[in-house]
């Protein structure tokens, strides 16, 4: 799993479309599609098909009737063990 470095830089812990990133102490629980994606450098494509082939990938957490998140945590221990 690499960053795209166009999108995030995970060694300085930014993000071109959602700015500073520190997940491992942020007081955020959720992160939308969009913050996933970024943080694993993917795109909607490819979160699509990891959902779909990848037991071990981040489960989508329904928060309304139309949108969707990902735990936090859920996703650091994704990063961890890739």
């Known amino acids: 799993m690499t960053a795209c470095a166009?999108?995030?830089?995970?060694?300085?812990g930014t993000c071109?479309?959602?700015g500073k990133i520190n997940l491992h102490h942020s007081d955020k629980v959720l992160l939308s599609?969009?913050?996933l994606n970024a943080v694993l450098g993917i795109s909607d494509t490819t979160r699509l098909r990891l959902e779909r082939t990848n037991p071990d990938f981040p489960k989508k957490v329904r928060v309304s009737p139309r949108r969707v998140a990902y735990r936090r945590s859920d996703v650091m221990r994704y990063i961890d063990s890739n």
């Open 33 to 35: 599609i969009g913050e």
């Open 16 to 18: 071109a479309m959602f």
């Open 6 to 12: 166009a999108y995030v830089n995970l060694a300085e």
